[in-house]
């Protein structure tokens, strides 16, 4: 008859939840998700919705809504520009590619046109830069994708202020009689 030994293992202890702990843990989950982390972010994924600043779909949002990705400290989202954006201020840093229409932005007071194709780039400035975006073609709406780094808001201590909500929103919530 064979005799069998049995080795009992014991569980590893929890790591303690202390903040070096959490910090150790959310580095090892950045660096799983740079490796492993989808490169795809589709468009039947997201949801344009109507927002304050205008018709909006966000493709990668800091890491809120989608967060299986590589590069969660990005905001990359799609602007349908109707007839005019909502205008707000911020301190600059987004790059945003326009992918069709043409129209125009006013930029601290400055017209600044822009078609299919462009690029536009938002300054850094101390104070922030005010700016509203109009579309030129009352057949068809504008449609561009904006690029934020969230490192670079948070090293500039960004702010958002709205200083007018788009006309659609305007119009949804005086129907809502807000």
Same mark, same amino acid.
């Given at each position: 008859? /064979?005799?069998?030994?049995?080795?009992?293992? $014991?569980?590893? @202890?929890?790591?303690?939840?202390?903040?070096?702990? !959490?910090? %150790?843990? =959310?580095?090892? *989950?950045?660096?799983?998700?740079? =490796?492993?982390?989808?490169?795809?972010?589709?468009?039947?994924?997201?949801?344009? @919705? !109507?927002?304050?600043?205008?018709?909006? $779909?966000?493709?990668?949002? /800091?890491?809120?809504?989608?967060?299986?990705?590589? !590069?969660?400290?990005? *905001?990359?989202?799609?602007?349908?520009?109707?007839?005019?954006?909502? $205008?707000?201020?911020?301190?600059?840093?987004?790059?945003?590619y326009v992918i069709d229409g043409k129209g125009y932005s006013v930029v601290d007071g400055e017209r600044v046109d822009w078609e299919k194709g462009d690029l536009l780039l938002l300054p850094l400035k101390p104070n922030g830069v005010e700016h509203q975006h109009f579309n030129v073609n009352p057949?068809?709406? *504008?449609?561009? %994708?904006?690029?934020?780094?969230?490192?670079?808001? @948070?090293?500039?201590?960004?702010?958002?202020?709205?200083?007018?909500?788009?006309?659609?929103?305007?119009?949804?919530?005086?129907? *809502?009689?807000?």
């Open positions: 008859m /064979a005799e069998s030994e049995r080795t009992r293992v $014991r569980e590893r @202890e929890p790591a303690a939840r202390n903040p070096y702990e !959490l910090g %150790m843990q =959310r580095d090892s *989950a950045y660096a799983d998700r740079q =490796r492993t982390g989808r490169i795809v972010v589709r468009l039947e994924e997201t949801k344009q @919705e !109507l927002m304050r600043q205008g018709h909006l $779909r966000f493709y990668l949002d /800091a890491g809120r809504t989608i967060t299986d990705t590589p !590069l969660q400290n990005w *905001a990359v989202f799609t602007h349908e520009v109707r007839s005019v954006s909502g $205008r707000h201020r911020h301190q600059g840093g987004l790059i945003i057949e068809k709406p *504008a449609l561009w %994708m904006a690029f934020i780094h969230q490192g670079v808001r @948070e090293h500039v201590a960004s702010e958002m202020t709205q200083s007018e909500p788009s006309s659609e929103w305007k119009a949804r919530e005086e129907r *809502a009689g807000r």
